[in-house]
């Protein structure tokens, strides 16, 4: 069998998993679940190689994909790009390539207040273990170490974190959940045990907004996630953590019917965080993106003309040249959120057909 027969049996499986995945989840008649978390890399192999050996994700499907369809969902006239699907725990990240055309570089000079920043945290079992591999991978620090959230802020007390960069710069983090906080799965009957895992499943991606309240009217009001938590944080540990002198963040939690959540990071303080760089695409590696699974991904892109969101394309894209076979799932809309952060609404493979005037067709 061919390495490209390999690629498309992945992902002909990816495919009928996203499929079934979205069968079981009845909470979506009335929400979206986060099926993945996507970012842009320079170099998939690079890319695959650090996060399936350094931080214990499986790939799941492999595929390239081009054409009008994809060009017009991605907002890349010309684009193919290699489509590297891994998974950790019960979570999904998409690594994306552009072959052609290449997009800028990461800018080097980000800071974790600037709004195109965002991130997926990482969940552990034992912070020590974790860092002590990431410092034997040789990985670049954001934070100067890991950081004990303290006890005076209730819903955070004794969460470890720590905030580190991939190959490309991305940054990511690392975070230990305590007895009694965050999700009952994050925690071990054995933490740190011989033998057990390490690396477990992704908890959150996090974005930096201007303004909850406006976020909120694009997150909340019209992509149908529910607000699940928030909290204000700020101290020596939050400075050092988001490497931000003076960091007072408001943090605002958003879920949906299943996946990672969304969090919202406003930066009461220091308030010099730069906006997105202008023109920037899908194809520059700055660029991440949330794909939320929907049962109509034209209601879905209706809903933002409402909101404070913007389109990337044109409505909904029915992808029938290949392309919905090859990434598992059948039509998409591709959005931004008020500060430029990138939304894809997918619609999975086998969903019955609708019409909306938003839809564009071949």
């Known amino acids: 069998m061919s390495g490209r027969q390999r690629s498309r049996g992945l992902a002909a499986a990816a495919a009928l998993l996203a499929a079934v995945l979205l069968a079981a989840l009845p909470a979506l008649a009335s929400g979206p679940a986060v099926a993945a978390v996507g970012l842009t890399v320079a170099d998939a192999d690079r890319a695959v190689a650090f996060y399936t050996g350094v931080l214990a994700f499986e790939r799941v499907s492999d595929v390239e994909v081009a054409g009008p369809e994809f060009e017009r969902l991605s907002g890349v006239f010309g684009a193919r790009a290699r489509v590297v699907t891994l998974r950790l725990g019960d979570e999904r990240l998409e690594l ?107 908890d959150h991606t996090a974005i930096v907004v201007a303004d909850t309240e406006q976020s909120l009217r694009f997150w909340r009001d019209a992509a149908g996630l529910e607000v699940r938590g928030g909290s204000e944080n700020h101290g020596p540990e939050q400075e050092r953590l988001n490497n931000v002198f003076g960091a007072r963040l408001r943090i605002t939690t958003l879920r949906g019917a299943a996946g990672p959540g969304v969090e919202l990071l406003e930066y009461l303080a220091p308030r010099d965080g730069r906006p997105r760089p202008a023109g920037a695409r899908a194809n520059d590696l700055l660029y991440w993106q949330t794909r939320l699974a929907v049962p109509d991904a034209a209601r879905a892109a209706d809903a933002v003309r409402g909101s404070p969101g913007t389109w990337v394309s044109p409505g909904a894209i029915a992808l029938t040249d290949g392309t919905g076979r090859d990434l598992g799932y059948a039509r998409a809309a591709h959005v931004a959120d008020p500060d430029g952060h990138a939304v894809l609404f997918s619609e999975a493979s086998g969903s019955e057909a609708r019409t909306s005037e938003s839809e564009v067709t071949r």
């Open 96 to 202: 994306t390539q552009y072959l052609a055309p290449a997009g800028r570089a990461f800018p080097e000079d980000t800071r974790a207040n600037d709004r195109w920043f965002q991130h997926v945290a990482i969940v552990v079992s034992d912070m020590a273990r974790a860092y002590a591999e990431l410092r034997r991978a040789g990985v670049r620090h954001a934070s100067p170490g890991p950081q004990r959230l303290p006890d005076w802020n209730a819903g955070a007390a004794g969460i470890e974190a720590f905030y580190f960069r991939d190959p490309d710069g991305h940054f990511l983090e690392l975070i230990h959940f305590p007895p009694g906080k965050g999700d009952p799965r994050w925690q071990t009957t054995a933490p740190g045990s011989p033998g057990g895992p390490l690396f477990l499943g992704l």
